[in-house]
């Protein structure tokens, strides 16, 4: 999503994308990620109220370590669909 195609979205109030396109609480835009839900259970414990329950990663990780005490460190993961493109590419490459 690029960045002008967000800021034109929330200053017309999010009419033409997904809900789990940007986040609920800070408004920037949301990417493919998960969390285990006994995780999500103690961040979203303190999110504020009237908030939707889409998060980004920035702002999880800011509830859950104000939730627990804890610090959180990230681990990237590539999305299941680049590692099938990836490794057709290289099996096409293989074969010719
Ligand atoms: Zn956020």
Redesign the pocket.
């Known amino acids: 999503m690029p960045l002008p195609v967000i800021a034109e979205q929330r200053a017309k109030g999010w009419p033409d994308l997904h809900p789990e396109d940007f986040?609920h609480?800070?408004?920037?835009r949301?990417l493919s990620w998960y969390v285990d839900s006994a995780l999500w259970v103690e961040a979203w414990a303190q999110a504020e109220p009237g908030i939707q329950s889409v998060?980004?990663p920035?702002?999880f990780a800011e509830l859950w370590e104000k939730a627990t005490g804890l610090r959180i460190t990230w681990e990237l993961r590539l999305d299941t669909a680049v590692l099938l493109s990836r490794l057709r590419r290289a099996l096409a490459e293989c074969s010719r």
């Open positions: 986040c609480r800070c408004g920037h949301n998060l980004c920035q702002c």
